[in-house]
């Protein structure tokens, strides 16, 4: 398993036919391939702006450690293979405390550039410690990267139902018909110290590490 690596870069962010200049931070694998952030000028500590419509499961958006909060300017990079960067698809694992049915999946997550503004946000089984089957999936638009502060609410009534001390994990990935599109998934700040298992694929398959920060997202259900 790689271990994954917080390093400095400096870089630029680009879809098919546009770029945006930003600063850049990454995730390095040890295989030496970066998974890109771009990151704008805007506060540190976003606080999250909804009222999910079912309980909280988990989430990292506020409560899995203390003055969660996102960084609405700083994201991972998600990326169709028709981009500057090539395929990068995210996810990030969890492993409830408890029998529990997902009804709602909560991303923060933004639109940089391409042809379409559409992704997919999928949960996975796990497969010895990379994501594995999808056991559910929705395609979606994103807000605009960098404006304050929304997320992504994607809801289903029947629900996914999950394991206690089971992982499972949270994915962004292109879509085959907007594949030069460009995102980005905002990263959690402040107290979010500890590291999570997250993963990455670059169109080889999946390659699972510690990532510090983790992406933002949340689980509602009961």
Excluded at 59 to 81: H, I, Q, R
Excluded at 152 to 169: C, E, M, Q
């Amino acid at each position: 398993m790689n271990k994954l690596l917080i390093l400095a870069l400096a870089g630029m962010m680009a879809g098919q036919g546009a770029a945006i200049a930003a600063t850049s931070i990454g995730i390095v694998t040890d295989n030496g391939k970066p998974v890109d952030f771009v990151q704008r000028n805007l506060p540190a500590g976003t606080n999250v702006v909804h009222k999910p419509a079912y309980p909280a499961i988990l989430e990292n958006f506020a409560n899995k450690y203390p003055l969660g909060v996102y960084n609405a300017s700083t994201g991972a990079a998600v990326s169709g293979p028709n981009t500057l960067h090539g395929q990068i698809w995210l996810a990030t694992s969890f492993t409830p405390k408890q029998d529990a049915t997902v009804k709602e999946i909560d991303v923060a997550a933004g639109y940089i550039a391409g042809t379409k503004n559409l992704v997919s946000v999928g949960m996975y089984a796990d497969a010895s410690g990379v994501p594995g089957t999808v056991i559910w999936s929705q395609k979606t638009a994103l807000p605009t990267f960098s404006g304050c502060c929304s997320i992504v609410a994607l809801t289903d009534k029947a629900g996914v139902p999950v394991t206690a001390g089971t992982r499972y994990w949270v994915g962004i990935t292109t879509l085959a018909n907007a594949s030069d599109t460009s995102a980005a998934w905002n990263l959690v700040v402040r107290n979010q110290i500890k590291g999570a298992l997250a993963a990455q694929n670059r169109g080889s398959g999946w390659l699972a590490g510690e990532a510090v920060p983790n992406f933002a997202f949340g689980l509602y259900g009961d």
